[in-house]
């Protein structure tokens, strides 16, 4: 992990991981700031419930979107410099070196989620809309979503990881963002529903709960996969 973190250094991932967040926060404090009146009166009886609301909408395409370019980022790395012989010629097990790539990835996508808690606080309390914050609806809007979107943590690590031309993973990575803003009317298995926490049962925790799963399954298969694989 301390390698991983030493080659991200000086790249733009860092500044993803910022500028996700405070993108989004930006975005609906042009929005709240535009339109003051009349979202304080749409939302009267419930004002941060309403900006937490409109702030995780936008953010679960970002994340998506997130994922796909931080996976691809981590992953090129090694495919930029053809250092993939190299590091697995390291007295470390493929199976770390998989698993501190999908590490990596999901610590940098939680510092992102909780800047994203942060930045609406600040957000809410400059809209003066008081400091009777719902703060666990708040976590569940801004880490819930982020839980349940592990199985596409795992698919793009481990397709960015094996091959080496980026546009397939860019390309699935971008497609499956695009799908999640229509998926409301999908059938409950598709993964790119998931983040919405929606579900035919009206409970969220469960899209959280099957993300998890499904997520550990996709790391177990992809860290075998890796394992037996010759990459170059």
């Known amino acids: 992990m301390a390698s991983e973190f030493l080659k991200i250094r000086r790249k733009m991932i860092l500044f993803l991981i910022f500028l996700g967040p405070f993108g989004v926060i930006g975005l609906q404090a042009f929005n709240f700031g535009l339109r003051y009146d009349w979202l304080t009166k749409v939302h009267k009886d419930d004002l941060w419930g309403g900006l937490i609301g409109a702030v995780s909408m936008l953010s679960i395409p970002t994340l998506l979107m997130g994922v796909t370019i931080i996976t691809s980022m981590i992953a090129n790395i090694e495919h930029q410099t053809n250092a993939w012989k190299q590091l697995l010629a390291l007295p470390i097990s493929k199976k770390k070196v998989f698993t501190g790539k999908i590490l990596l990835t999901v610590l940098l996508l939680f510092v992102s989620c909780l800047l994203l808690a942060v930045g609406t606080i600040v957000l809410g309390l400059l809209l003066k809309f008081g400091i009777n914050i719902p703060l ?97």
Do not use: E
Request: net charge positive; aromatic share 16%.
């Open 136 to 232: 666990l609806y708040l976590i569940k809007m801004c880490f819930f979503p982020f839980l349940a979107s592990m199985p596409l943590v795992a698919l793009q690590i481990w397709l960015a990881i094996t091959m080496k031309n980026q546009a397939v993973p860019l390309t699935i990575g971008i497609v499956g963002a695009i799908l999640s803003l229509y998926s409301t009317n999908f059938p409950d298995w598709v993964p790119w529903k998931w983040p919405l926490l929606i579900n035919d049962w009206g409970k969220p925790i469960y899209s959280v709960l099957v993300g998890l799963v499904t997520g550990l399954l996709l790391f177990f298969i992809s860290v075998i996969d890796f394992n037996r694989k010759d990459v170059k």
